[in-house]
């Protein structure tokens, strides 16, 4: 079960990643394994910790869904190394899925405006700014490499009511097969 989608409450969704320090044909292949993975299951991003690879490596690419995509404005492609948010700025209000949550949609907080800080896959210092859709997903991605599941912006009522449905139906499913 090589490069499985981890779901919650899979351990490895709450542990910081480590940095990469090896920009070669091993990080290509993670990079390449991540993609195939993403677009297998449609998502728009991926952390590498989702399926078991335990560094500080997210892809995205929001072409890859639908959404409210402004006249004019083109899907992009990108992947990050250690990313960093470096800069947040505004608020809204985001509604999202993730696919280590199978069946959960939640809306939270996010900043409407993010700068984040990386490397490329060369190792090269690159830095890109994300507003609305991409600063959600850039937030969305980097806090699954610092074991943050997007469930920790409920409150915790409500964030309790989430898991427990979410548990149930996952127990439910695995009795099921
Ligand atoms: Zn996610």
């Not at 499985?4 to 542990?15: A, F, S, V």
């Not at 990643?17 to 993670?30: A, G």
């Not at 991926?46 to 072409?63: E, K």
């Not at 907080?109 to 609305?132: L, Q």
């Amino acid at each position: 079960m090589a490069y499985e989608i981890r779901t919650w409450p899979d351990r490895i969704l709450k542990q910081k990643m480590k940095e990469v320090d090896f920009f070669d044909e091993r990080l290509k292949e993670y990079v390449d394994v991540m993609f195939e993975r993403m677009y297998q299951l449609e998502g728009v991003g991926l952390a590498a910790n989702q399926i078991g690879i335990p560094y500080q490596i997210i892809v995205i690419d929001t072409n890859t869904k639908k959404y409210d995509q402004q006249e004019g404005e083109e899907g992009v492609k990108m992947v990050l190394i250690n990313p960093q948010i470096v800069k947040k700025e505004g608020e809204i209000e985001s509604t999202e899925g993730c696919l280590s949550f199978p069946g959960v949609q939640i809306t939270i907080p996010r900043a409407e405006k993010v700068v984040v800080k990386a490397k490329d896959i060369e190792g090269k210092d690159i830095e890109i700014e994300g507003e609305n859709f991409l600063a959600v997903v850039l937030q969305h991605e980097i806090d699954h490499i610092n074991g943050i599941p997007f469930i920790n912006y409920l409150p915790p009522v409500k964030r309790r009511i989430v898991l427990d449905r979410y548990m149930k139906k996952k127990k439910e499913l695995a009795k099921a097969k």
